[in-house]
């Protein structure tokens, strides 16, 4: 069964700052892009950050330039850095791995994610 584990979640005030991380196994983490979405209450699951094999990123526009998403491929562990956090970042997070051929697409339990105003 695929695991990927998330950790780092947690309470934080307005304009602080926290890091989640996600290990999964080598064959998992190398073989598909990484990914963090989010999910608040009443509301559908968005992409927060996703980062490729080779490195390359894609966010979305309400986390553009607060939030940064890194692989490390020696620990199969991807990171999303979040820093100036808003009361709407509030969210339980996901981390997801994936890829298209052959299709696979696996999900964390999540993480919760607190900002305080």
């Known amino acids: 069964q695929v695991q990927l584990v998330e950790s780092g979640g947690g309470l934080v005030q307005a304009g602080g700052s926290l890091r989640l991380s996600c290990t999964t196994s080598r064959t998992i983490f190398s073989a598909n892009s990484m990914g963090w979405y989010r999910q608040a209450p009443g509301k559908q699951r968005e992409l927060v950050a996703r980062?490729?094999?080779?490195?390359?990123?894609n966010y979305a526009d309400s986390v553009k330039g607060r939030f940064t998403i890194s692989r490390d491929n020696a620990k199969n562990t991807v990171y999303l850095q979040m820093y100036s956090l808003k009361p709407e970042d509030t969210a339980v997070y996901y981390c997801n791995a994936a890829r298209e051929l052959p299709y696979e697409n696996y999900w964390g339990q999540g993480t919760q994610v607190t900002v305080s105003s």
């Open positions: 980062i490729t094999r080779v490195g390359t990123t």
